[in-house]
Each structure stands twice: as structure tokens, then as C-alpha cells.
């Protein structure tokens, strides 16, 4: 009995210890600078092939992704359409679940129709935030910026996170679609560009974009392009962190 008795306890006190730790969001700090350019899992994929969709917004959704990316479908119905940007038969998939919509019944629609417009109106915090695709070097980057913003689109936010900067774009679903480029050439650049703050605050502080290009285009060094808080006009704050994420828009604060 005492030997039940104390492996009762045993694994009570482990339990206790679990919720404690879920409780404190308690995770080991790492910053392995190595890793880069120096690991490969045995289980990696070859790549990410590409993302898939499922809106009422149908048309919205294809339009946009076409104009961001310049994409032409290899398939396209009133059903899913099939989108490449590149040499590959497909890179992003949408599906149309408008019908599946309208064949709810009353209260069906009104919990879905309910639950969409929360999913728009307040930010989520469970689930994917965003899918960020790469733009080397930096001139590509802000040429991509610019025609983009040709075409009509307007990003949502731009941050400097640190070690990349991001330009965020929304689509009609509310997914945020990150384009970035990165502050480093080379694994020995990776660990000397990166933030000398990104251990302690990883997230970044906003930037504005247009500023930035007119340090780029007065031939402001690259060292000094990629340092956080470098768009921010004198005798202002930086908009940094969990705040940067709360105010995406706001460039700097009072």
C-alpha cells in the first residue's frame, strides 16, 4: 500500500508541476547562432511547396493573390483555383466554400456568420499567424515594395524584426503575408548583424518603409539600414515589441 501510496503522490506532484509550468509559460531560453547554415534535420522536406485556402471570399482572395505575385492559374474554376508564381505547377491554393455556406441551415449560418465576423474583428492569439516569403537582397526587396504598391496594395505593417525586416500584406481573409529580406550574406554575417537586443526582445520595432528608402537612396551604409529604430524621427519613441504588434500602423509614439 505505502509503495502505491508514494507513487500516487509521486505522480501528483508531477502533474502539479506541469500546470505550474503551463501557467508560467515557463520555456527555456536558446540563441544557438551556430544553427544556421549548419543543420538539416533527417526528416526535412525538400521545401514548402505551397499554401492552400479555404474562403467565401473567393474572388477577392484570387485577385489578390494574383496582383501580389503576379500569379497565373494552371487551373482555375467556380470551385479552386490553382495559382503559380514560378516553375511550379502550383503555388498557392484556393478553395471556394461559399456553396457549403449557403447550403447551412438558419442557425448553422448565424454560429458560422457569427464566428467569421469575430475571426475579423478581434486578433486571434491560437493558430497560424502569417507565411513570409523571402526577398534577397535588399534593392529586390524595395522593388518589390514599390510595384506592389503600383498595383494598389498597401502593406498592412513594416517592422524591423532584427535580423530580417518585414513588409506584411492583408488579404481579404485577414491572413497577413510577410515579404522580407535578410540582414545578412553569410553565416558569419548572420552572427554579427543580428540585433544585439533579439535574445531579450525578439519581435522588433516598426518602421517606416519610406524612410527607410531615403536612407537607402542617399547611400546610407548597409550596417546602419538593418539597426532597429533607425527610421524614427528625433525626440520620438520607438514602437517596439508586444506594442509593435498591437500597433501595427503606428511608426513611432510621442
Known sequence: YGDHRDLHLSLRRQRQMCIRDRYNNFMEKILNKNLYKNFKSEFAPNDLHHVAFKTTNYDEMVNFYKTLFGCEPLYQSDQITFLAYDDEHHRVAIANTLDIYNDLNFI???VMGFKLFINRKVPSIQGLDHLSYRINPI????????????????????????????????????????????????????????????????????????????????????????????????????????????????????
Open 108 to 110: 448553422e449560418k448565424m
Open 139 to 254: 534593392e529586390k526587396w524595395f522593388d518589390f515594395y514599390f510595384s506592389a504598391k503600383e498595383r494598389g496594395l498597401h502593406p498592412l505593417w513594416t517592422i524591423n524584426h532584427g535580423w530580417i525586416s518585414g513588409i506584411y500584406y492583408e488579404d481579404p481573409d485577414g491572413n497577413l503575408i510577410e515579404i522580407f529580406f535578410e540582414h545578412f550574406r553569410s553565416a558569419e554575417e548572420f552572427k554579427e548583424n543580428i540585433s544585439p537586443d533579439f535574445e531579450d526582445e525578439p519581435i522588433g520595432t516598426n518602421m517606416d518603409m519610406e524612410v527607410l528608402y531615403k536612407m537607402y537612396k542617399d547611400n546610407v551604409p548597409f550596417e546602419k539600414l538593418i539597426v532597429k529604430g533607425n527610421t524614427v524621427p528625433d525626440g520620438k519613441k520607438a514602437v517596439s515589441g508586444l506594442d509593435a504588434v498591437k500597433n501595427m500602423t503606428k511608426k513611432y509614439k510621442d
